[in-house]
C-alpha cells in the first residue's frame, strides 16, 4: 500500500513522516523553500505474528509494509503558473508529484492543529477543520479539472469516431459527465455508488476524490492523542465526515518518540500516559478507512500476514500470494487466528472441527489463518 501525505504548508507533514518512518528528514521553514520529496517504508506491525512465530519457529516472519510519501511543498511560484494547481498548496500537481499522488491507495492529510507562535500559519490562524475541509476542496478541484478536460476530448472524438465506436464513447461520455455532475454537487467519487463497469471505466482517469482520506490532526503535546476527533464539528458534511477517517496525535512527539530505542520510547509513553503509539492509530485507522484486514499463512519457512480489502474472494486472496495460486485454486482451508492459538495446531483444529473447506467466492476475513490447496 502507498500513501501520500498531504496538507497545508507548515501543517507538519515532514514531522508527521519523520514519526511514521522513524525517520531524519529536515523539517522545513516557513514556504518549504528547498524541501525535497522523502519515501519510506514502514512494516505494519501485527502482534499475532509474534504469537504465531512463537508457535512455529519459522525461517522469516514477514510483515505487510506501507510506502509514505512526503511530497515538496507547493512552491508560491508553481502556484501562480500552474493553471490547474490546488488553491490552498495542500498539494503539488505538477511532474511527479502528480504521478505519487494519482497512484497513491489513500492520502494521509496533516492537519495543524498545534499552537505555536514560531511557526506560522499560512492563513494567519489555527483552525483544523477551515484546513481540512480546503485539502478536500483541493482533490476536488483538481478532479474537476481532469474532468473537464477528460469531456472536452470524448465530445470530440464522438463525432469523429466510426459509427461503430460511437455507442460506447457516448456511453463514456454519459457516466464521466454523471460523476462530475455528483463531484460538482459536493459527493466525492470515494461517496458514489458506481458499478463495477463504471469504476473500471473510471480508473483510467485516477481521480483524487476516489481515494481514501485519513486526516491528522497534528495537536499540542498537552492534548490526549488517543482522543477521537469529531469532523462534523469541524464542519464537514456528515455523509463525508462519515467516510473520512481521523486520528489525533503529536507529531513533534511523535517524531522524537520514533528515534529512540523500543524500550526507552515505551517508557516515555508510560509516564506521559500514551496507552497506544499514535502511530500504531494512524496504522489501525488507516486499515479502517480504507477497508483492509489481513489473513495470515503459517509454515516452518515463513509466517506471515498479507493485506487485502475486506471480504476479498478466497480465489483473489490466493492471487495475492502468486498468481498461480489463484489459477490453480481448488479450496481454502480456514481456522480463525483465535481457534488456532487455543488449539495449538492445525492437526488440533481440525479434530475439533473449528478448521472449515471454503470454496473460491468465501469472503476473506480479518485473522482468518489460510492454507491455499492448489493444483500445479
Ligand atoms: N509545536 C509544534 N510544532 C510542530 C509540530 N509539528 C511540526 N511542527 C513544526 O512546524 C514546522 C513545520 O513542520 P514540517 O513538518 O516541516 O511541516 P510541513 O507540512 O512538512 O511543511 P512544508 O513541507 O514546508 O509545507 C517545523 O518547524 C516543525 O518543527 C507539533 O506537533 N508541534
Ligand atoms: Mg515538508
Request: aromatic residues 6%; contains cysteine; negative net charge.
Amino acid at each position: 500500500m502507498e500513501i501520500a501525505i498531504i496538507g497545508l504548508p507548515q501543517s507538519g507533514k515532514t514531522t508527521l513522516f519523520n514519526a511514521l518512518t522513524g525517520g531524519h528528514a529536515e523539517a522545513t521553514g516557513a514556504g518549504g523553500a528547498g524541501a525535497q520529496m522523502h519515501v519510506g517504508v514502514v512494516k505494519v506491525d501485527d502482534p499475532r505474528l509474534e504469537v504465531l512465530a512463537r508457535m512455529y519457529n519459522p525461517k522469516k516472519v514477514v510483515y505487510p509494509e506501507i510506502k509514505y510519501w512526503d511530497l515538496p511543498a507547493f512552491e508560491p511560484s508553481a502556484r501562480s503558473q500552474a493553471s490547474s494547481g490546488p488553491s490552498s498548496g495542500s498539494f503539488n500537481l505538477e511532474g511527479q508529484s502528480r504521478n505519487i499522488l494519482q497512484g497513491a491507495d489513500a492520502f494521509l492529510v496533516a492537519v495543524r492543529d498545534f499552537n505555536d507562535p514560531a511557526v506560522v500559519h499560512p492563513s494567519g490562524s489555527v483552525d483544523p477543520g477551515r484546513d481540512l475541509r480546503s485539502v478536500l476542496e483541493d482533490l476536488t478541484l483538481a478532479d474537476l479539472v481532469v474532468l473537464e478536460r477528460v469531456l472536452e476530448r470524448l465530445d470530440g472524438g464522438v463525432m469523429k469516431a466510426p459509427t461503430a465506436e460511437r455507442p460506447a464513447m457516448q456511453r463514456k461520455l454519459e457516466i464521466v459527465k454523471k460523476v462530475k455532475q455528483a463531484i460538482e454537487d459536493g459527493v466525492p467519487l470515494r461517496r458514489q455508488q458506481l458499478t463495477a463497469s463504471e469504476s473500471v471505466l473510471l480508473a483510467e482517469y485516477q481521480l483524487l476524490t476516489g481515494k481514501p482520506v485519513i486526516a491528522a490532526f497534528n495537536a499540542d503535546e498537552s492534548r490526549d492523542a488517543g482522543e477521537d476527533v469529531s469532523l462534523e464539528a469541524l464542519g464537514l458534511e456528515p455523509a463525508d465526515a462519515e467516510t473520512v477517517g481521523s486520528v489525533c496525535l503529536c507529531a513533534k512527539l511523535e517524531a522524537d518518540l520514533a528515534l529512540m530505542s523500543v524500550e526507552e520510547a515505551g517508557e516515555f509513553r508510560r509516564e506521559l500516559g500514551l496507552v497506544e503509539s499514535a502511530m500504531a492509530k494512524v496504522v489501525r485507522v488507516t486499515y479502517d478507512t480504507v477497508g483492509l484486514v489481513s489473513f495470515l499463512t503459517v509454515g516452518e519457512d515463513e509466517v506471515r500476514a498479507w493485506s487485502i480489502p475486506s471480504g476479498l474472494p478466497a480465489q483473489e486472496a490466493a492471487g495475492t500470494i502468486h498468481t498461480d495460486f489463484s489459477r490453480g485454486f481448488i479450496r481454502a482451508e480456514v481456522i480463525p487466528y483465535d481457534d488456532l492459538v487455543r488449539c495449538g495446531s492445525i492437526a488440533q483444529g481440525r479434530k475439533e472441527g473449528v478448521l472449515r473447506s471454503e470454496g473460491k467466492t468465501y469472503g476473506v476475513r480479518d485473522g482468518d489463518v489460510i492454507n491455499f490447496l492448489i493444483n500445479v
